[in-house]
Structure formats: C-alpha cells, structure tokens
C-alpha cells in the first residue's frame, strides 16, 4: 500500500531543555532490534550521539530524521559512546566535509584504528579456534557474523575525550563518564543539573549489555563491574540507553546486572568442576543463556559465538583473582585452582566490593 512513498522517520523528543530528540535508526536481522540515536539541541547547536550502523537502511532512517530535525551543520558535533559499529558505523559518512567534529573515547578511537587498520578479524578466529570452533564454522561465521561489515568505511579523525571532560551544546554542558568493559572505553554522557545520563550501552534495560573478551585488555567483566559501581555513584534522574526502552529504576537495573554476573560466574566454576580442563565452547554449552528452549546445538552459531565471547570474560576474571588457570596449547584449557565450593566462597567474599 505504502510501496514508493516514503516512510516518516520514527522520532519521539525525549527530554525538553535540553531539547532531546530520539531518532528510531532500525538494525535489521540484529536481536538488538534498533539503535537509539539522540541529537540534543539548544540554541541552534546539535550534538548527535551514535549513528547506525555503514548499512543503507541505517543511513537512510539517520539521514532523514536529522533533516526533518534540521540540524544545521555548521553547528552540529557528534559525539560516539563507543566503537561498536551499530554505534560509529556512519559517523565518517555523516560527517565528512561538514564543519564539525567527531567526538570519542581516546581508548576506542585507538581500539578502532586497530580493527579498521588491521587483521582483527583472523586475530580472533585463531582465539575462538583454540577455543573449541571448528574451521568449517569459523568459514561459515565469516558471512553471516551480525558483528562483521557494517563498519565505517575508514578511519577518522576524532577529538579524543577522557574521565570528566566537558561538551557543550548551546547553554548546556555535558560531562564525559568513562566506564570501560562493553568496549575498552566506553563513554556516557552527563548532565549534573538535570540529572540525565545517555548511559550507551553501560545500562541497558530489557537486555544485558553483552561483555566479552578483548585482545590486549586483560580483564574486561572487572573492568565492566567497576563502571557499574562508579556510575551508580551519579544522581540520575533521566537515564536514556542506546538500545530499547527504560522502564524501570536505574538503581535497581544495576543491581540486577551485577548479580546476573555473579550467577553467571557461580555456573562457570560449577561447570569447570564437572568438566576440568574444558575450553571455553564446552564451558560456555554448560551455561544458562536465554535461548527460548533451544539447546546449545540448536542456538544459532553466531549467537554461539557472543555466548562463547561472554564465557571467556567469565573465566578471565576468574584467572585474574585466582581461581581459575590457563593452559596454552593448540587448544586453551582451563581449571579451577582449589574446589569448586572453595572457589565460590572466595567469589562471594570478593562480591562484597560491588555491594
Ligand atoms: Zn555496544
């Protein structure tokens, strides 16, 4: 019925004074559903935060919603939370030759020079191989992983930001929060007076922001778990994530997500002890995902693949405290260094720190 004529862009203002403006970008055949993309206005000033990602339905949905925003570019930043590319994937097609500036974390625009410049993708294969994936998958996951493509066409310049700098937009001035652990430097925004906080993908609301391993970062769940208690330090009034709706208190959220962890590390050790010695797709199959009654072998391989990514974060954090070891060899391996009920009491003892 509506073939050929164009759809309105799906923009809901979220927040007055600041003028805050939410542009529904789609992430098609993604189980994130869509990307919340915010421009804050004020004074003939905008600030866009996050894009889409480098797909033309993202581009088209992005590009249509500033233009029925009428951001004026020569007076429009944009400011990226972090390098995933539902995230950064248009920023360079949505900024090149205009005026202004491309602001991001200094530890993901490094990260994302790396990836863009590198060979990250044969970098992780090798991992995910030790760990239990065959070639036949890893072949396969090269077509139909959701977190490959859709990145920026290049690397671009940014003005790098760190733990408390500040932006302005118009009268207003936002304050960068550095919480590492989703990426390696993820960054929320602030604003002190009215209590608003655009949380990224730190906090989400009806899904768990997915943590995995990073090559280079040691400990990526710890890292996650300390950002979590550092922004739950913040009055938050407002607090507007990336990804899906809000409805519930921020206080709360945090909460749960820190004693998802706990369980989730709790079901590591139990499956270590059952299977010592097991890489991370074997400790990873012991879990328990929400995978609407599948079975391990019946979740999708791509969907494996962050499953086994998470496992790893699990049992690096569990490594770094001494509870679990590392064998290298052509496959990794790991153990529990004491009894499992042992290691679970060292667990819940640490998990004071978080209380
Ligand atoms: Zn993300």
């Not at 930001?161 to 602030?190: A, E, I, N, R």
């Not at 208690?229 to 899906?244: E, G, Y």
């Not at 590390?265 to 797709?281: G, Q």
Request: with cysteine.
């Amino acid at each position: 019925m509506n073939e050929g004529r164009k759809v309105k862009p799906m923009i809901t203002k979220v927040y007055e004074n600041p003028n805050i403006y939410k542009i529904d970008v789609p992430l098609p055949n993604n189980p994130l559903k869509n990307l919340n993309c915010y421009v804050v206005q004020d004074n003939g000033e905008s600030l866009i935060v996050d894009t889409g990602f480098n797909r033309p339905e993202c581009k088209e949905a992005l590009l249509d919603g500033l233009r029925e925003l009428n951001v004026d570019w020569e007076k429009t930043n944009m400011f990226l939370t972090h390098l995933h590319s539902d995230h950064s994937g248009l920023a360079p097609a949505v900024m090149h030759g205009k005026p202004g500036n491309i602001y991001m974390s200094k530890n993901d625009h490094d990260y994302l020079g790396w990836i863009l410049n590198g060979n990250r993708w044969d970098t992780f294969d090798e991992i995910y191989r030790k760990e239990g994936f065959t070639r036949e998958q890893l072949d396969w996951l090269k077509e139909e992983n959701p977190a490959r493509g859709f990145e920026p066409d290049y690397y671009f310049d940014a003005i790098t930001v760190g733990d408390g700098d500040h932006l302005k937009v118009g009268s207003f001035t936002f304050q960068c929060v550095f919480v590492p652990g989703h990426t390696p430097g993820q960054t929320c925004l602030y604003l002190p007076k009215e209590k608003l906080m655009l949380s990224a993908d730190h906090i989400l609301f009806d899904i768990t922001p997915n943590i995995t391993a990073w090559v280079n970062i040691e400990d990526s769940l710890g890292d996650y778990l300390d950002s979590l208690v550092k922004i739950r330090a913040f009055d938050m009034k407002t607090v507007l994530p990336a990804h899906r709706k809000n409805e519930m208190d921020v206080y709360v959220r945090i909460e749960e997500i820190i004693h998802h962890h706990l369980i989730r590390l709790e079901e590591t050790i139990d499956a270590l002890e059952k299977f010592p010695n097991a890489h991370a797709t074997q400790i990873g199959s012991c879990l328990k995902w929400s995978m609407r009654g599948k079975t391990w072998e019946e979740f999708p391989l791509s969907q494996r693949w962050f499953a086994v990514g998470e496992t790893m974060s699990h049992l690096d954090y569990l490594i770094k405290r001494g509870m679990v070891e590392k064998t290298e060899g052509d496959f990794y391996s790991y153990s529990l260094t004491d009894s499992g009920k042992a290691c679970k009491e060292k667990l819940n003892q640490l998990w004071q720190i978080y209380a």
